[in-house]
């Protein structure tokens, strides 16, 4: 897939430069040939203007220098000639197939001499001036060899380039791919060894020969792996709704002073019946824009990783407090070390520091649906380990009561 993506980009990015380049030098060859033309009838039409001026020619005219040449037809059919040419002009017979050659036409071109000419009547004789092409077609020859030389040149400079880019710019899509194909592979290693448990405990469970106690553990611990595969699919329909953006938050003025003192006071049982000290220290008035719920829910995914990953006997620290135009809420624990690998992948979905909690209701999804809704409210969370002590911190903007 990423494969023919890159092709794709570098196909339409190469299609595009064809068109720009074939636009520009199209232009520059139309309007080059334009101008040229144009030029060769204006001197065409100063020639005839210089001869019309004073009378009827009778003879050359010295101060006639311009690259045309004029034929006269006279009343009575005889054919001159005059100007400048790499033709004979003085061949009569030259100058009557030239005449034969326009007779009927106002202007247009002799590709058989390459020639353009232009008539004028008057009243007793006939003007045709001509003028040499052979020089505008060698030009335009060089123009158009030039152009292709250049076309091609900034055709494969631009094609080395897509290709270059083609990398940078798939490089997300490659990375989102990547963590789509890992993510449904962790799903389905989390779904598979509570099924594979209900399914042994259901088929021990048809056995006659065990006792009722048995029976009973059997029932019990499918049962529990019941709970963590609904606790397991909740966590994976809330994290697709919030991608998918179907998590309709209301953004209002929310207290968050208010909001993490509440937050606490589920969680203070908890904690003590795991033998862990809970302290809280809210600085008041602090508002921010956003959902409550889903604050919230942020909040609480806080504190029940630190409730899952401290050391016994130790406490954590819920602070909240105003930092300029920011509030900063962070949440302390003393467990086992983050390492810099744990640091940088603890927000990844199915991402656990430590293996062994998951079979303790710890999916790995908790910290990757924090992140989210904290990056909606436009704010950012990060994680921080030294000295024994975990610290993730939320930082959102503040706003006035």
């Known amino acids: 897939m990423i494969k023919r993506l890159k092709i794709k980009f570098v196909f339409v990015n190469m299609l595009i430069v064809t068109i720009m380049l074939g636009i ?3 232009t520059v060859l139309i ?3 334009n101008e040229l033309e144009n030029q060769s009838i204006q001197a065409m039409r100063t020639t005839t203007s210089m001869m019309l001026r004073p009378k009827p020619p009778e003879g050359g005219r010295e101060d006639m220098r311009l690259p045309c040449f004029l034929m006269v037809e006279a009343a009575d059919g005889t054919l001159s000639a005059e100007g400048f040419s790499r033709y004979d002009i003085t061949d009569k017979t030259f100058l009557a197939e030239l005449n034969s050659a326009v007779s009927g036409k ?4 002799l590709e058989r001499y390459e020639l ?3 008539q004028v009547n008057s009243r007793n004789y006939r003007l045709t001036a001509f003028s040499d092409i052979s020089s505008e077609k060698v030009v335009m020859k060089s123009l158009l060899k030039n152009c292709a030389l250049m076309g091609g040149i900034s055709f494969g400079v631009f094609l080395i380039i897509s290709l270059l880019l083609s990398n940078w710019v798939v490089k997300p899509a490659e990375r989102a791919w990547n963590e789509q194909r890992q993510f449904v592979a962790d799903a389905s290693h989390e ?7 209900i399914m042994t405990n259901a088929e021990m469970l048809r056995e006659d020969s065990f006792s009722e106690e048995k029976r009973r553990q059997f029932s019990k611990s499918i049962l529990t792996m019941s709970k963590q595969m609904r606790g397991l699919t909740e966590n994976l329909l809330e994290l697709a709704r919030i991608d998918n953006g179907s998590v309709k938050m209301t953004f209002l003025p929310v207290d968050l002073s208010g909001l993490v003192t509440d937050a ?3 969680f203070e049982p908890l904690y003590f019946e795991k033998g862990l000290e809970l302290q809280c220290r ?6 921010v824009k956003g959902d409550f719920d889903c604050l919230l829910r942020t909040v609480d995914i806080l504190l029940d990783n630190a409730m899952k990953y401290s050391h016994p006997n130790t406490a954590v620290k819920l602070t909240l407090e105003r930092h300029g135009t920011h509030a900063l809420l962070s949440v302390e624990n003393h467990g086992e070390a983050l390492s810099k690998e744990d640091l940088k992948n603890i927000f990844k979905r199915f991402y656990r520091a430590d293996k062994a909690r998951s079979m303790n209701h710890s999916y790995g999804l908790g910290l990757s649906i924090a992140e989210n809704i904290v990056r909606e409210h436009n704010g950012k969370i990060k994680a921080e380990s030294s000295d024994g002590i975990n ?3 939320v930082k959102l903007p503040v706003i006035s009561k």
Do not use: Y
């Open 391 to 393: 610290k993730f911190t």
């Open 106 to 109: 106002e202007s247009g071109t």
């Open 24 to 26: 520009i030098f199209g």
């Open 264 to 266: 606490v006071l589920p």
């Open 116 to 118: 353009r000419f232009l």
């Open 191 to 197: 779904l598979k060894t509570p099924l594979t448990v």
């Open 282 to 287: 809210a600085e008041d008035g602090i508002f």
């Open 31 to 33: 309007f080059t040939k």
